[in-house]
């Protein structure tokens, strides 16, 4: 089955391009099935290139996706078009205001790790669609700095500023092999890293949450969150090939000191063509958070959140 986009919407025209079956709203609402309702919070600077990497691993399900675009409020994106987010976004306001429920809710990171959690300045909107989860979505998976928000809104466990930043694609290990989140995952793999935070497993696992994929180099990459119907995950399994590339494009054009992201292009060679190494158990992952949706949800969505 397909996810099903907008016509208009960027991704959808990159995703028919890939071979990733697409469908339009009209042709989704004469499906005589249910289809899982997804969202996605973006709360990235590029609108765009998040809201298609995510859109290409959840349209690799064999279900039928009804994927919607949501924002915060009041923040205003700066590297988005403003009638781009008229088109496609829905303001989390509007969307808690009608009652309506979903599946799945991904929570993406952001670029504001340095701050406190408390002094972004939309913290406490975060924190409302975080409790209103709860209520109204049957499964989240908060992404990197959205992960390590949730975790620290629902525990109150500490993120922790590094001394360096983690750049690069780093091995981890399958804690969990019998869990359905790692189905068909191999003993270690390969997993995009950009951040200059962490969560240490010691605290992580002292507020009763499971470690599923760790690192000893990265710390916790995937934790479980039963109590809260949630997954966590502080790595970028959704990243093109070239996404690294392109930050540490940028910051070398800047001037902004950067090393050369470890295990990503050959020999460590940036004038070389990096290699995606991680595809496959990004599809993996994503899908199985899919196939555990599709296994518990309730078919009467009115009943998603109820105890």
Not at 260 to 265: C, D, F, L, S
Request: hydrophobic share 40%.
């Amino acid at each position: 089955m397909p996810i099903t986009l907008p016509s208009d919407l960027p991704a959808y025209a990159v995703l028919e391009r890939e071979g990733v079956m697409v469908m339009g709203e009209d042709t989704a609402e004469r499906q005589d099935i249910r289809r899982l309702r997804i969202g996605l919070l973006n709360l990235m600077p590029k609108k765009i290139q998040t809201e298609t990497q995510f859109a290409r691993l959840i349209g690799a399900t064999p279900l039928q996706i009804d994927f919607q675009l949501i924002r915060m409020s009041e923040h205003e994106s700066k590297n988005a078009s403003a009638e781009h987010m008229e088109s496609f976004y829905r303001p989390f306001s509007e969307v808690a205001a009608t009652g309506e429920k979903f599946d799945g809710l991904i929570i993406t990171g952001a670029p504001i790790e340095h701050l406190p959690f408390e002094e972004v300045t939309y913290w406490n909107e975060l924190q409302q669609v975080m409790d209103w989860t709860q209520t109204h979505v049957h499964s989240t998976f908060g992404v990197c700095w959205g992960g390590m928000a949730m975790i620290n809104h629902f525990h109150g466990v500490p993120k922790h500023l590094l001394s360096a930043k983690l750049f690069g694609c780093l091995r981890h290990q399958n804690l969990a092999p019998a869990s359905p989140y790692l189905r068909g995952f191999s003993d270690d793999v390969l997993i995009p890293v950009s951040r200059w935070t962490e969560m240490k497993a010691a605290e992580v696992k002292a507020a009763g949450l499971s470690i599923l994929i760790g690192s000893g180099e990265a710390g916790p990459c995937l934790v479980e969150d039963p109590a809260h119907r949630a997954l966590y995950i502080f790595n970028h399994f959704e990243y093109d090939s070239g996404t690294l590339k392109e930050e540490y494009d940028r910051d070398v054009s800047t001037g902004s000191p950067i090393n050369v992201p470890v295990n990503y292009y050959p020999n460590d060679d940036p004038t070389r063509q990096p290699l995606n190494r991680w595809r496959s158990h990004a599809h993996l992952l994503y899908g199985n958070w899919i196939n555990e949706i599709y296994q518990s949800t309730p078919y009467d969505m009115a009943r998603i959140g109820m105890a």
